[in-house]
């Protein structure tokens, strides 16, 4: 647990460095991957899941995925931007 | 005279099933409700009877939820096997 602690620290430290604003962080829980994934040499089984809501400039989206792939506790990353959450105005099959 | 006015007895507008309900990556539980649970497979528009825009947003989400670790490609989770039935397929 103190591992995951570090690395969570060392992430956002990442991000605000390259001036990101972070709003969030929820933790998904732990639980055992839907699938073993390979990752800097080793088949993982158990993850645990982590969601960062943030707002940054989109030129950080690149030098971050880097920064996240050579961290060797994480296995994927990715970014997504934020839904937005139109759905009230669904009016049904015509 | 006879009075110019719209049909009073329409039906109200035919909904799918997900018509305002928000889809997201993460719910795995509902995104699995139109998977096989032998292939993993999705199943098409024919079979879950949803309307165009919600059956994209799915279908979008169930390949996030794939390649971010959170949903099985080959299979159906098992924890979701006894779910109740959307689509309306034979086995």
Same mark, same amino acid.
């Given at each position: &647990? =103190?591992?995951? *602690? ?32 390979? &990752?800097? &040499? ?13 707002? *940054? =400039? ?7 995925? $880097?920064?996240?792939?050579? $961290? ?10 934020? =839904?937005?959450?139109?759905a009230e105005e669904c009016s049904g099959i015509i | ?7 009073? @007895?329409k039906d109200p507008p035919k909904r799918c099933v997900l018509c305002g309900i928000n889809v ?18 999705? @199943?098409?528009?024919?079979?879950t009877g949803l309307c165009k825009k919600k059956q994209?947003?799915?279908? &979008? *989400? ?15 989770? =098992? ?7 959307l ?5």
């Open positions: &647990k =103190p591992e995951t *602690a570090a690395v969570l620290k060392r992430t956002v430290e990442a991000l605000m460095e390259k001036g990101a604003i972070v709003r969030k962080l929820e933790n998904l829980g732990e639980r055992s991957l839907p699938y073993k994934i390979s &990752k800097h &040499k080793e088949r993982h089984r158990r993850g645990g899941y982590f969601l960062i809501d943030l707002e *940054a =400039p989109p030129s950080i989206v690149s030098s971050m995925m $880097d920064h996240l792939g050579r $961290d060797i506790d994480v296995i994927r990353r990715a970014f997504i931007k934020h =839904p937005v959450t139109k | 005279q006879p009075m110019q006015m719209e049909n009073p @007895y997201d990556y993460k719910n795995v539980q509902l995104l699995s409700q139109f998977v096989s649970p032998y292939t993993g497979s999705i @199943y098409g528009r024919h079979i994209k947003e799915v279908t &979008k *989400a169930i390949k996030r939820a794939h390649v971010f670790g959170f949903m099985p490609v080959m299979f159906k989770n =098992p924890q979701f096997l006894t779910d109740p039935k689509c309306n397929i034979k086995y």
